[in-house]
């Protein structure tokens, strides 16, 4: 993909999206959360994809925290992939990197196709938990009302991409739109068909009991 085309549908994503998938890109490129926060950190969402990543791929800077940065996520990118090729120089060995930079560009731009269709151009009231069916607006209703409350800002009234498999990666085929509690309920422990035949009718009366005034959720 030629850069002005990426830089150009970067730049057709709204910012909120531009912030879901920057992480989600960085993580698949650098194989660590961690490093993929520091990256985040200390930059702007306002930048596109392609800025951010080619500066973090240059390897010409001074800043030797800069440096120690880039030679630690490169060895992270080293061990996921099983690089173990010894590269004569610095520009052989981060153009390797890059080259992988753009297959997992070509993943994320089919997952935000994917994201863009699934979530952004349907309204709220269409947007549906896959385990409990409970639609965004409805969960927005209770979140409003403070029947359902959190400290933790991941946990939210809006519907969060989950994966059907953890072991497979973002992309249509494995990814689905999940309320917070089946998608930290279900995490990485229990399989998407369990999930739906033990837990999910439990979370569809919980919220059913809730929106009808039966039940409430006082912690004392």
């Not at 879901?20 to 660590?32: H, I, N």
């Not at 306002?46 to 240059?58: A, C, F, K, S």
């Not at 969960?139 to 029947?147: A, S």
């Amino acid at each position: 993909m030629e850069n002005q085309e990426r830089v150009e549908f970067i730049n057709r994503l709204n910012d909120d999206t531009k912030k879901k998938f920057l992480k989600l890109y960085l993580k698949g490129v650098f194989g660590s959360k961690e490093i993929t926060k520091k990256l985040i950190k200390a930059k702007s969402y306002n930048l596109n994809i392609e800025e951010i990543v080619r500066e973090e791929l240059e390897p010409k800077s001074k800043n030797k925290n800069y440096v120690a940065n880039l030679k630690n996520h490169y060895e992270v990118v080293r061990k996921k992939y099983r690089i173990n090729k010894k590269w004569k120089d610095e520009n052989e060995k981060f153009s390797a990197i890059d080259k992988m930079v753009e297959e997992k560009f070509e993943d994320m731009k089919k997952f935000a196709m994917w994201y863009e269709k699934a979530y952004l151009k349907i309204d709220e009231k269409n947007r549906t938990c896959h385990y409990c069916g409970i639609e965004e607006d409805k969960l927005k209703k209770l979140f409003e009302n403070k029947l359902i409350t959190s400290k933790k800002p991941s946990f939210s009234s809006s519907l969060q991409i989950e994966r059907l498999d953890p072991d497979k990666g973002y992309n249509e085929e494995n990814c689905v739109l999940a309320c917070c509690i089946c998608n930290n309920a279900k995490s990485d422990m229990i399989s998407a068909s369990n999930f739906e035949n033990y837990f999910s009718n439990s979370v569809k009366n919980f919220y059913k009991d809730l929106l009808e005034n039966k039940t409430t959720n006082n912690f004392s």
